[in-house]
């Protein structure tokens, strides 16, 4: 779940592509229009079997779109609302399932395609492609984070908070690296961070049907969390500018002992630092509350079919090719993307270059979607400016604030921050 911001030619490309795309058929041929997941390194290992299996009936055209969530959804609404039929494919981050389908915009997956969709697919990504009890799209890859620690530094690994605040204690004491390593700049990672620690804790941001908040105690616990951890000289003097890189770079630098952060964690320090790869451990999230699982927040991607689609039975069929064992291993291998497919985690391939992958699953068995709302990018807006920075977190006057703001946003009312 790293985030690259696109410019420069970049951003002419993706400009290029988006008028450049047509709803209209190649030589006779339907062209279907794909946009997400195009940019993911070893792509065309994916797109051209799938274009050869084809046979010439129709062929999967990719299309670039910005690298970072926000720029991508902001040009799929437009686009969308505009019953742009020049898009056919759609990958979709999975908070964005509840938007789409209630706006009509993407098509409810039914009986065969749906069977199809899901069948060998594990749970959770299925949760966050279904919406109302509906099918909406076809999981293609999922992602939890894991706690990582300098072995060097934490001989065994902990299981609770309690634990990794301890030994992190311990580490400042003795003039050792001890920085807990965690996502707290303005942006969407931070919303997964504090997700984590408060469905961990039992708690919810909104109702099951989005109609009110749900904050409580145990929102007010899980910002308690985020202020100590903030205060006590336990992270990073740049936590409140810190994404997924700079969390990276605090273990690879030698200023943390932890880090909570995405699987790819592993295979990028071996290309990074190989010696600081052969000191790192992964283990699974730690319990915030003592002796319940932690409940990691669901990452990924599903493939959706667009409703303006001319050919939307030829995009069905093209998503579910590029979603197939073959395709799911080569994104795994090739650009990070961990699969959906229960038959991928056990292959021996995978295995070998995913060895965390028994955490990964064990993970999944209680990992949580954000907020399914239809107002989610509101709501994760109000959240991340909410809460930042973290040291000046409040926990009994943030967490109303919390309820008056998503309070305000159910209703329509007030000015996004």
Known sequence: MRLRTLTGPGVVAVLVAALGACSGDDGGVPVINIYGSTADAGFEK?????????????VIRPNLIPSDADSQREQFVRRLAAQDDGMDILGMDVTWTAEFAEAGWIRELEGEQAQAATEGVLQPP?????????????????????????????PDPPTTWDQVVQR??????EGEPHVIGLTGAQYEGYVVGFNTILSSLGGTLVNEDST?????????????????????????????????????????NGEAAFAINWPYVLSAMREADPDVAEDLAWTKLPEFAEGTPAKATLGGMNYAISTYSKHPGLAFEAAMCLRNPESELNGALDAGNVPVLREVFEDPQFQEAYPMYEDILEEMETAVPRPKTPLYQNISTIVSSTLSPPSSIQPEDTAQALEEKIQDAIDGKGILP
Do not use: H
């Open 212 to 252: 009110q908040p749900t904050v409580d105690d145990k929102t007010v616990q899980a910002l308690e969390i985020l202020k100590s951890l903030a205060t006590d000289g336990l992270a990073s003097a740049s936590l409140s500018n810190s994404q997924e890189p700079e969390v990276f770079a605090q273990l690879q």
């Open 46 to 58: 994916v797109l051209g079997p799938c274009n050869e299996a084809a046979a010439g009936r129709y």
């Open 168 to 173: 992190s204690e311990e580490l400042k004491s």
């Open 126 to 154: 299925i949760d966050t492609a279904t919406w109302k009890d509906k099918l909406y799209g076809i999981p293609r890859s999922t992602n939890v984070q894991l706690l990582w620690y300098r072995t060097s530094l934490v």
